[in-house]
């Protein structure tokens, strides 16, 4: 049987991980890759002596050779030069050999990244949907990631080499060419260099408007024949054009701060140039030779200002692609820091009042059928069983609590990421909790917890004082059959061929009477069904009941138990609206405590408080609380609202 639709917040594509600094990462990466990182250098180095070559055999030519009326041996100097281009070829090699040392395993390591993302992800959340942007991840996304590293570590090498090569040849011409050309460079790359993080920032900003924007466009398409049919093209338009706006303010604030980019390759790339002719007259008087003016020349045209060029240019693009497609990729496997205790904490303590069950502590007769309230007293321990844990932090004046959970971490699995973690809740006697979140968050494992079905890894959970699961052997004596302590309806609801007086009574330590019966068949409205059926007394035959009948027998069934805890686990879900709010009214009326597994809102605002669960976060107020402080809650009830609308 289908569940009924709920959803859970959209949110963008795959944003990137809170605390996830790529930046941080790849310094990390780049440490562990350094003797590929020490043979780049090398042939770097050996590849940065033709640019040095380059502008010095230029000068010599002119100042030995050609101007000195020395043709051949200006001829022998560019012969240098073209042979060191030459030479440079094996050393550039070399360069792509050490390269590859390097990028290759930053792929590998996204890869695998990705599939060990998505293969946990799928393992610890089965009911979410596939995480069909792995596939992008482990393939384009990966080979993005390294084809940009590979571009910016070669262009950035080049740049640095270049720049070495090109600077040395131009202190080795004459010392007073770095003084004319070092000023314009030095400008325009820290003016560069100024625009890097707000650039990257924007662009982070921009992609993230940019996904959320067609999460929302691809939700609304889905139902824009009901949009037209109803006229909702207004509240559409309301509901997207903030994202549309938010679109252009980043565009514009973009494009100006590419118009300063463009500046700084502008100053960085010209004015040395100009520099040099201005300052022609003033270096020649200083004894610079025309040799030494066009060498200057050279390595600014040839060598310089291209490599400076490339280099901005990649890092405008490259460089901010890679940062934006590293963020893709979830963090690396390192334990995730303990998430900030989410806490449940007890309703503020009713004013000091006389405690309605005096002899709380005393414990109920094993073997007589109490009095309804009497047996809704909190069970405490046999005299046989070792002494519970107190639960020391409760002053003395409150009532035991009738659950508690204390720093509970769960698991299926040792290698499963926690279901639950940290997790603190503390259920008053009486109380009515609605556990809601999404699909596969972990609200029947929590349920399954305070059933005592399942142990946490950490933490402590209580029931009416004593762990859920008490451990070791049965108290001698101690009478066989459900924990008395609570009640667990799970959806599917259990019927059996019997009476319908057996159905309602068998959760009970032993047969109720009547009057219990007939008040559970009143509160749940149940009379049309059981006079259909034939009495208390008649018969029932599980195949001729709908799921919300057999529900409903099951729901009396709890009403009808003296278990102080009652644990709904979507056990109304074959009702309709009206039926459940009457089954839920009855047993939250019912003295004891009730906690439901809710999948209507309406479900969750009729209890006491509502506990989210989303993730490893958890908050926990009433409805209205949540409402207004909780997006998730928001965006959880609207989805709900739209079904029961629907509905
Ligand atoms: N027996 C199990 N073994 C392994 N994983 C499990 C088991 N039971 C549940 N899980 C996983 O634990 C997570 C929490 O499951 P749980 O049933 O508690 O979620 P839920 O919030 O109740 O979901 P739903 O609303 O769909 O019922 C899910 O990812 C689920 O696949």
Request: proline share 11%; aromatic share 4%.
């Amino acid at each position: 049987m289908p569940r009924p639709a709920r959803g859970h917040p959209p949110g963008p594509g795959h944003p990137p991980a809170p605390g996830h600094r790529p930046a941080a990462e790849a310094r990390r990466f780049l440490r562990g890759r350094r003797r590929a990182l020490v043979a780049l250098a090398g042939w770097s180095l050996a590849e940065s002596a033709h640019t040095f070559l380059g502008g010095y055999a230029v000068a010599r030519a002119l100042d030995d050779g050609f101007l000195a009326g020395a043709p051949w041996t200006g001829t022998g100097w560019l012969a240098a030069a073209a042979a060191a281009a030459l030479l440079g070829a094996p050393a550039l090699r070399g360069v792509f050999t050490g390269l590859a040392g390097v990028v290759e395993p930053l792929r590998d390591a996204l890869v695998r990244r990705a599939v060990d993302g998505a293969l946990s992800a799928a393992l610890t959340r089965p009911a979410r949907s596939a995480d069909t942007a792995a596939v992008s991840r482990v393939t384009q996304q990966a080979e993005l990631a390294r084809d940009s590293a590979a571009g910016l570590l070669l262009t950035a090498r080049a740049f640095v080499f270049t720049a070495l090569g090109a600077l040395v040849g131009l202190a080795a011409l004459a010392p007073a060419l770095l003084a004319v050309v070092l000023g314009p460079l030095l400008l325009g790359a820290a003016l560069f260099a100024a625009t890097l993080a707000p650039m990257a920032a924007l662009q982070r900003a921009w992609l993230d408007n940019d996904e959320a924007l067609s999460a929302r466009a691809g939700e609304l398409a889905g139902g824009l024949r009901d949009v037209a049919a109803c006229g909702a093209g207004p509240w559409m338009t309301a509901r997207t054009a903030g994202p549309v706006a938010e679109a252009e303010r980043l565009g514009i604030r973009l494009a100006r701060w590419a118009a300063l980019r463009t500046l700084a390759l502008g100053v960085a790339g010209r004015l040395p140039v100009v520099a040099l002719l201005v300052a022609a007259p003033w270096l020649l008087e200083r004894g610079v030779s025309a040799g030494a003016l066009a060498g200057a020349l050279t390595y600014l045209l040839q060598s310089l200002l291209p490599a400076l060029h490339t280099l901005m240019s990649a890092l405008g693009t490259a460089g901010t692609r890679l940062l934006v497609v590293l963020e893709r990729f979830p963090p690396s496997p390192v334990p995730p820091p303990p998430a900030p205790a989410p806490t449940c904490p007890p309703r503020p303590a009713p004013p000091a009042s006389p405690d309605p069950r005096p002899d709380a502590d005393a414990r109920p007769d094993a073997d007589a059928r109490p009095d309804p309230d009497a047996d809704l007293r909190p069970d405490t321990a046999p005299a046989s069983t070792p002494p519970p844990p107190t639960p020391s932090a409760a002053p003395p004046a409150r009532l035991v609590p009738a659950a508690e959970l204390r720093g509970v971490t769960f698991a299926y699995g040792p290698r499963a990421r926690p279901v639950l973690r940290d997790l603190d809740l503390v259920l008053e006697p009486g109380e009515h909790l609605a556990v809601v979140g999404p699909s596969g968050i972990g609200k029947s494992t929590l349920v399954a917890l305070l059933a005592g079905q399942v142990d946490p890894d950490r933490g402590t959970v209580l029931v009416a004082g004593r762990p859920a699961r008490p451990a070791g052997p049965r108290p001698a004596g101690a009478r066989p059959g459900p924990d008395p302590r609570r009640t667990l309806l799970p959806q599917q609801a259990y019927v059996f061929t019997g009476t319908v007086r057996e159905n309602l009574d068998h959760l009970g330590p032993g047969p109720a009477a009547d009057s219990r019966l007939r008040q559970a068949v009143e509160a749940l409205g149940l009379a049309a069904l059981v006079d259909r059926l034939g009495g208390l007394d008649a018969p029932v035959d599980p195949e001729r009941l709908s799921q919300g009948e057999r529900q409903q027998l099951a729901l009396a069934a709890a009403y009808v138990t003296p278990a102080p805890l009652l644990l709904l686990d979507e056990a109304t879900c074959h009702l309709d609206p009206r039926a459940e709010e009457r089954a839920e009214r009855a047993l939250a009326d019912r003295p004891g405590t009730l906690v439901v597994v809710a999948h209507r809102i309406s479900s969750a605002a009729r209890a006491d408080r509502v506990l989210l669960l989303d993730g490893t976060r958890a908050v926990c107020g009433t409805h209205e609380d949540l409402r207004r402080s909780s997006p998730a809650y928001r965006e959880l009830a609207g989805v709900w609202e739209a079904t029961e609308d629907d509905g």
